[in-house]
């Protein structure tokens, strides 16, 4: 299980930095967890992370994931328990409540995207679900090539089957089958999704 430890910051620096005009930053590791801290929002500069949760049986239950200009904290989830997870190298800016009205489009982002993947997550049949998701982490992780857009993120088939709510042997034949119909390229540990992009059919 993730450690759920807070990190301390000192709130001097923190208020000393608003009052020069500067946001403070942090930076974390990849596979760090972000302190749990109820009084402050991040805003990613660089990076990408996922929220997450897990059951009574200790199965982790991914929430979203999040990118460069997305907001992130604590604050904006009831789910408990509840982590934010660096899946990179991570910047972020600390956002105090008192500045979180100038970022109202980020937080209705927010929204957006969580509810976004909420209806991805229930598509049937499974395959147009798997297909629906790498176009909707394309969309915010992608980098456009000549073959369509490669996919920026370094995520596991187990993570995917997290997502989905399916197990990790479904994900790797459907990606095996998606490839084989020439619908994604492999380019060593990432995958490229094709365009013009079509619905898989059962």
Same mark, same amino acid.
């Given at each position: 299980m993730y450690s %759920?430890?807070?990190?301390?910051?000192?709130?001097? #620096? !923190?208020?000393?930095?608003?009052?020069?005009?500067?946001?403070?930053?942090?930076?974390?590791?990849?596979?760090e967890i972000i302190p749990p801290r109820n009084e402050v929002l991040w805003r990613i500069e660089r990076g990408?992370?996922?929220?997450? %949760?897990?059951?009574?049986?200790?199965?982790?239950? #991914? !929430?979203?994931?999040?990118?460069?200009?997305d907001i992130i904290g604590y604050p904006l989830s009831r789910v408990k328990p509840y982590q934010i997870e660096s899946l990179t190298r991570l910047e972020v800016s600390i956002l105090p409540p008192h500045l979180w009205y100038e970022d109202v489009g980020a937080l209705l982002s927010h929204i957006q995207q969580a509810e976004e993947l909420l209806s991805i997550v229930h598509r049937k049949p499974i395959s147009v679900r798997l297909w629906y998701f790498l176009l909707w982490l394309s969309e915010k992780f992608g980098i456009a090539v000549e073959q369509g857009k490669l996919l920026d993120l370094n995520i596991t088939h187990q993570e995917i089957a997290e997502v989905l709510n399916t197990t990790r042997v479904t994900i790797t034949r459907l990606l095996q089958q998606f490839e084989e119909e020439g619908k994604l390229l492999r380019q060593k540990r990432r995958m490229i999704i094709c365009l013009p992009n079509k619905i898989i059919k059962e």
């Open positions: %759920t430890s807070p990190t301390t910051e000192s709130a001097l #620096t !923190l208020n000393h930095s608003i009052l020069n005009g500067q946001l403070p930053q942090r930076i974390f590791a990849r596979g990408a992370v996922r929220t997450l %949760t897990w059951s009574e049986d200790g199965t982790y239950i #991914t !929430l979203g994931y999040w990118g460069p200009g």
